[in-house]
């Protein structure tokens, strides 16, 4: 029998920091306890809490993961299978990856949360996605508890998003995922962002997988606010893609718009400079506000409640759309 417990707050559960109570909550430490879960179609699973804003208590069970286990699955002579728990934590998982000097993930570093998680919206960061290296999900159904790998195809992996985001939302535990990753000649991107920067100013001209991860924790640590001081999900929007066509059509009057090319129709707006273009940035409506570094991330100030920050996304959606007519999506997961 799992031990329960009842009206538990999930506070310190949440990155957001947002005070509300689940009916109960079970601590999940091996997926066959999920079979003496009762409801378990109705229940919602945590992880590390980074992805998601809590607007109203939780009247279902939360099964807080944390399942454990890395196992390599195979090895050639260039490349490494890998197999983990979903409970792990990603960041950790880098760590691991990188100290065994096996490369892919590097870039990733440093995202909060859990191993399982990561499919759900195809987490990225700095021109990698967890797409490039997955191989497959394993996950439960959580009506016939019956076992089913999905391969990375199956995952219908887009823009922050997967099938586990969109038509299956709810409907799976992801139990661990496989990834391959490489042994020797890895593939390093350096080019996103600040990377560049950083290793030119350490005058590193030959980086190591160790290097860049080095990097990226370096640049996330001086941008991005640590939940643990201000709590906050990361970004709150997606970067919205649009038409070239509209895009010309904003140039006219916003000359300064920033855009990068996603194909040969479409571009990417940066969600953040729109969010500052407006005015937002660094600022505070009652307990809530968009961070004074980086726009894009909506934060709590200390006592807010989730339907502030849901107000306050509202409010920046409606002000980006009344100017440029862009749309934006909330990344977060609302509950
Ligand atoms: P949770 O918040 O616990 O859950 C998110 C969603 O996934 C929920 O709907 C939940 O029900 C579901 N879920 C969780 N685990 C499972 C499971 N095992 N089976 C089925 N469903 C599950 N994201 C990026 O992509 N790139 C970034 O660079 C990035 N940077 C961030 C920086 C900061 C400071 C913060 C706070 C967040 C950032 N994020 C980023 C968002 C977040 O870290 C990721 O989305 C992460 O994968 C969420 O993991 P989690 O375990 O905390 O998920
Ligand atoms: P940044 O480097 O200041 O860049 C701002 C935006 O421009 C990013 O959103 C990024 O889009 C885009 N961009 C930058 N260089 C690009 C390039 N060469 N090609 C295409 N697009 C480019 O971004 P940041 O805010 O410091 O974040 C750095 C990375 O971490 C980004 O990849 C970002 O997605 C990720 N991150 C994600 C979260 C989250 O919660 N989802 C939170 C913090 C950081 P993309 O976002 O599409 O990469």
Redesign the pocket.
């Known amino acids: 029998m799992n031990e329960t417990k009842p009206h538990f707050s999930l506070k310190n559960y949440n990155t957001f920091g947002i005070e509300v109570k689940a009916q109960d909550v079970v601590f999940l430490t091996q997926t066959k306890q999920l079979k003496d879960i009762p409801n378990l179609q109705n229940c919602l699973i945590l992880g590390g809490g980074?992805?998601v804003l809590f607007t109203k208590d939780i009247e279902t069970t939360v099964i807080l993961n944390q399942t454990k286990g890395i196992t390599t699955i195979a090895e050639y002579s260039e490349t490494i299978e890998l197999e983990i728990a979903s409970g792990e934590n990603w960041h950790e998982l880098v760590l691991h990856c990188v100290k065994n000097n096996w490369g892919g993930i590097e870039?990733m570093s440093l995202?909060p949360g859990s191993v399982g998680a990561a499919p759900m919206?195809n987490?990225?960061?700095?021109?990698?996605e967890i797409k490039n290296v997955l191989t497959y999900v394993k996950a439960f159904d959580l009506q016939t508890l019956k076992e089913v790998k999905f391969t990375n195809e199956d995952c219908h992996f887009g823009?922050?998003e997967s099938i586990f985001k969109k038509e299956q939302k709810g409907n799976y535990f992801i139990s661990s995922i496989g990834i391959l990753l490489t042994k020797t000649n890895h593939k390093l991107n350096t080019?996103?962002?600040?990377i560049c920067e950083v290793l030119q100013a350490k005058n590193i001209t030959n980086p190591t997988i160790a290097d860049v991860s080095q990097a990226?924790v370096e640049?996330?640590q001086s941008?991005?606010p640590d939940p643990k001081v201000l709590g906050n999900?990361?970004?709150?929007f997606?970067?919205p893609v649009i038409l070239k066509s509209q895009l010309e059509v904003l140039k006219q009057q916003f000359p300064n718009i920033?855009s990068?090319?996603v194909d040969a129709e479409h571009v990417?707006v940066?969600?953040?400079?729109l969010i500052e273009s407006l005015g937002w940035k660094g600022k505070r409506v009652g307990n809530t506000g968009s961070h004074k570094d980086?726009a894009?991330?909506l934060v709590n100030f200390g006592n807010a409640q989730g339907s502030e920050v849901k107000d306050l996304s509202e409010a920046i959606k409606q002000s980006v759309w009344d100017t440029y007519q862009i749309r934006l999506e909330t990344?977060?997961n609302i509950y």
């Open positions: 980074s992805n870039n995202i919206q987490i990225g960061a700095y021109g990698v823009y922050r080019s996103y962002g600040a990226v640049i996330r941008k991005l999900s990361g970004s709150f997606k970067n920033k990068f090319d990417k940066p969600a953040g400079w980086q894009l991330v990344e977060v």
